[in-house]
């Protein structure tokens, strides 16, 4: 089973979130039981997504 700290680090790493793993942490968040370092990993995606250094597809989308 992917963890959310999992897809957080890809996105930090590539510096995208994809559509793909925006669906899939949107379930995870959801669905699953998750302790403090998912939840703080979670917190540190978004202040790289509100910082701009994570862009979103999503978003990218929304302009076009």
Known sequence: M???REVVQKALATGYL???????LRQ???T???GW?????FMT???A???GRVRQESREL???
């Open 28 to 30: 995870l968040l959801q």
């Open 2 to 4: 992917v963890l959310i």
């Open 37 to 41: 370092e998912d939840l703080n990993a």
């Open 32 to 34: 699953t039981k998750y």
């Open 49 to 51: 997504v509100m910082a």
């Open 18 to 24: 994809t559509l793909a793993s925006e669906t899939e």
């Open 45 to 47: 995606l978004q202040q």
């Open 62 to 64: 929304i302009r076009y």
